[in-house]
């Protein structure tokens, strides 16, 4: 499998990101979706303050 490295730019509207995930063979899309949950596990760990802490702060 020949590999091309590729830029995304997440600012590009929903429908136009879908465009171009169909031009990716399985295994891309199987290594996209790794990452991506990847980024959403690592965003969900992510400590928030306290509602308390938080208006405290304020």
Excluded: H, W, Y
Excluded at 10 to 27: R, Y
């Amino acid at each position: 499998m020949q590999t091309n490295p590729v830029t995304v730019n997440l600012s590009l509207p929903f429908k136009s990101l879908i465009d171009m995930m169909q031009f990716l063979d399985l295994q891309e899309k199987i290594k996209l979706r790794d990452l991506l949950n990847q980024e959403i596990t690592a965003s969900q760990e992510q400590k928030l303050d306290t509602a308390v802490e938080c208006f405290q702060r304020g």
